[in-house]
């Protein structure tokens, strides 16, 4: 049993995500591993919007922009109840590109990373 942030306790939680890596999963963004503990919460908004607001993609001149906010799901545009969404350069399209409740702690060659997946609505991959 751990401490939370708000002075409640949690039950230390079972294996999440790849890598071997133990997770504690409190408020929904703090894992701990064997490296260390891992807190987003300083990352996070808490009123339902997100942290990172139309944040262009990395590719060149992408026309795509992303929203993300971790720990807590936020709503943009058709976007609902979402980790991250992506959207065009105008605002007209919207696409849910992570699920809150599907995050997961894993790692990518050692480095933590954090995994999310959502039920497509298109043919194309997210």
């Excluded at 996070?44 to 997100?50: I, M, V």
């Excluded at 709503?75 to 991250?84: F, H, K, L, R």
């Amino acid at each position: 049993m751990t401490m939370d942030e708000g002075g409640g306790s949690r039950e230390r939680g079972g294996e999440r995500g790849g890598g071997g890596v133990s997770a504690q999963e409190t408020a929904g963004c703090v894992w701990e591993g064997e490296g260390g503990i891992i807190n987003l919460m300083g990352l996070a908004n808490t009123d339902g919007t997100p942290k990172f607001l139309r944040v262009r993609g990395a590719v060149g001149s992408s026309p795509w922009f992303y929203s993300y906010n971790p720990c807590f799901a936020f709503s943009e545009g058709t976007c609902q109840g979402v980790a991250v969404c992506q959207t065009d350069e105008t605002g007209s399209m919207y696409f849910n590109c992570g699920d809150m409740s599907s995050a997961q702690l894993g790692t990518d060659d050692g480095k933590p990373a954090v995994v999310y997946h959502s039920k497509a609505t298109t043919d194309i991959e997210r």
